[in-house]
Nanobody
Framework: AVQLVESGGGSVQTGGSLKLSCAASENTAKTNCMGWFRQAPGSEREGVGA???????YLANSVKGRFTISRDNYKNTLYLLMNNLKPEDSGMYYC???????????????WGQGTQVTVSS
């Protein structure tokens, strides 16, 4: 299993920005899918975005135009740049990796411990 460590969370006001990072324990070039998920208290975990090894990217409709997902296989790191943050973006953000898929089918995902994002109005 890939070990994943998230960082970059914090508290910001509405309209602010944060950049999350996810460091992987192995060469991410071997990992087909890496993604970000989030979970607010009392809610189910939801997908935020994913990027596949071939370059194809997916973003949830709620974050399109505000969030950018990218990966750097030389640094074995996944990123999530979040701009124009809203209170509804608050939650625990988890990094995920899957050798084949991590977005459409999450049951085999490796998961990080999460990093907290809090957006105040």
């Amino acid at each position: 299993a890939v070990q994943l460590v998230e960082s970059g969370g914090g508290s910001v006001q509405t309209g602010g920005s944060l950049k999350l990072s996810c460091a992987a324990s192995e060469n991410t070039a071997k990992t087909n899918c890496m993604g970000w998920f989030r979970q607010a208290p009392g809610s189910e975990r939801e997908g935020v975005g994913a990027v596949f090894a071939g370059g194809h990217k997916y973003l949830a409709n709620s974050v399109k135009g505000r969030f950018t997902i990218s990966r750097d296989n030389y640094k074995n790191t996944l990123y999530l740049l979040m701009n124009n943050l809203k209170p509804e973006d608050s939650g625990m953000y988890y990094c995920a990796a899957g050798s084949h898929d991590c977005w459409f089918d999450t049951h085999s995902n490796d998961w990080g411990q999460g990093t907290q994002v809090t957006v105040s109005s």
